[in-house]
């Protein structure tokens, strides 16, 4: 998978001529700093870069200002550009829509926004409005050595908390580069595509050596398959929080499998307001959460604290 700038460039590419070719444009120096693109019916594109949103203008200068010269997109516009991050076969990719996201070649992500659609039980999003393309940049974080010492300790589960955009799911990649490298079985739960994307031609780069990836798996459903398909030493999953990931991770720890996990939070206090969090504590699979900085898309530990809901 392509990084800095590349990546950027790599994923701008995938969209129509008449969008890609001004984002192609973006010089090097901003296009390294782009996390998302997002995309609007009738508006105009910006960037978001260091968790600010800039105007695309049509040179490829990202600017703070809405004025004359910035690219704005049609509602046909926005049609186009949904097909194109559908590789031009929307119905591949509809039990994903659903979710309200399509995996793109490369590893990014088209997070979507529309108007939903109910049918026999069915729920899917027609008349896109708004898409939301998150970069992926697999290789630019090297995990700290502290970070690395909890990863090589296999009586340590790890939960890692962060705001939306934090870097949560980078972190977990690079965790995932080190746990192979010293040599420990992983499973990796990847609902989303987004730890390892793969497609009918196999991986869209090659994966750590020793990762048995679960890939558009419910996470719930997945985790209790690795355990008992797999045999894994540790078991990785990215944003858990709901009931059915609750009782999946316990299971799991109750089978003796240490498992790393991401989710949302803001803050350490999050842990003990937020009865989904305090439950996935109280499954005793996590003796340490690691507290994310607040800067977009670095994935950078800012805390790391042990577990204790006892205050």
Known sequence: MPTGAQSFYDAAAQLPAE????????????????????LRSQRPVTLTIGGASY????????????????????????????????????????????????????????????????????????????????????????????MRRMLLD?????????????????????????????????????????????TDEGFAETPPDLCDYFSGYPKHIAMLHAVRAMGPQTLVCDEIGGDEDVDAVRKAANAGVRIIATAHAPDERALRRRPALRALCETGAFQTVVLLSGEPGIGRAETIVDVDLSV
Do not use: W
């Not at 991050?85 to 979710?99: K, L, N, P, W």
């Not at 705001?163 to 989303?192: F, N, Q, Y």
């Open 154 to 198: 296999p009586h340590r589960g790890l939960l890692i908390l962060g705001a939306p955009g934090t870097g949560k799911t980078t972190l977990l990649r690079a965790c995932l580069k080190e746990l192979s490298d010293a040599g420990i079985r992983t499973a990796v739960v990847d609902e989303r595509f987004e730890l390892a994307p793969v």
């Open 19 to 38: 969008v890609s070719e001004p984002l192609l444009r973006v010089p090097r120096d901003a296009a390294r700093g782009v996390t998302e693109i997002r």
């Open 55 to 146: 105007f695309l203008r049509f040179d490829g200068i990202p600017i703070r200002t809405h004025t004359n010269g910035v690219l704005t997109l049609s509602h046909a516009q926005l049609g186009s550009c949904f097909h194109a991050v559908c590789a031009y076969s929307v119905h591949t990719f509809e039990e994903c829509i659903s979710q309200g996201f399509v995996p793109m070649a490369g590893g990014h992500r088209a997070g979507i926004c529309g108007t939903a659609l109910y049918s026999d039980q069915a729920f899917t999003v027609r008349n896109v409005t708004s898409l939301n393309i998150r970069i992926a940049r697999t290789q630019l974080l090297r995990c700290s050595e502290a």
